[in-house]
């Protein structure tokens, strides 16, 4: 069983950066790709980015497109998310998910295809 440990939240101001790392705890190959998703208080968790491992094709959710950037790093277990231009409204805990052979039929925008969450990381973006 794949187990994905996000770091790097934290607090920072609008139009601050931060780098946030997805890392397996066994090889990814198994899966088909990374997402990342996020939950804000009181709302549901929604689709930020993802990337798929066959072609290296990425996606993102509109508010975050020229913003945030979906990457692979050297060693295949980890994926980063660079979140540069913060605004308020980025605010969440920010979770990593591989993505499992439902992701044929749902697509990465979708969290059922989806499967070994991490545990999540805060980031706050103050004013």
């Known amino acids: 069983q794949v187990k994905l440990i996000e770091s790097g939240g934290g607090l920072v101001q609008a139009g601050g950066s931060l780098r946030l790392s997805c890392v397996a705890s066994?090889?990814?190959?198994?899966?088909?790709?990374i997402g990342w998703f996020r939950q804000a208080p009181g709302k549901d968790r929604e689709f930020v980015a993802a990337?798929?491992?066959?072609?290296?094709?990425?996606y993102y959710e509109d508010s975050v497109k020229d913003r945030f950037t979906i990457s692979r790093g050297n060693d295949e277990n980890a994926v980063y998310l660079q979140m540069d231009s913060l605004k308020v409204e980025d605010t969440a805990v920010y979770y990593c998910?591989?993505?499992?052979?439902?992701?044929?039929?749902?697509?990465?925008?979708?969290?059922?295809?989806?499967?070994?969450w991490g545990q999540g990381t805060q980031v706050t973006v103050s004013s």
């Open positions: 066994e090889g990814t190959s198994s899966s088909y790709g």
């Open positions: 990337l798929r491992w066959s072609g290296g094709t990425t």
């Open positions: 998910s591989a993505a499992g052979p439902n992701i044929k039929r749902t697509g990465f925008r979708d969290q059922s295809g989806y499967g070994y």
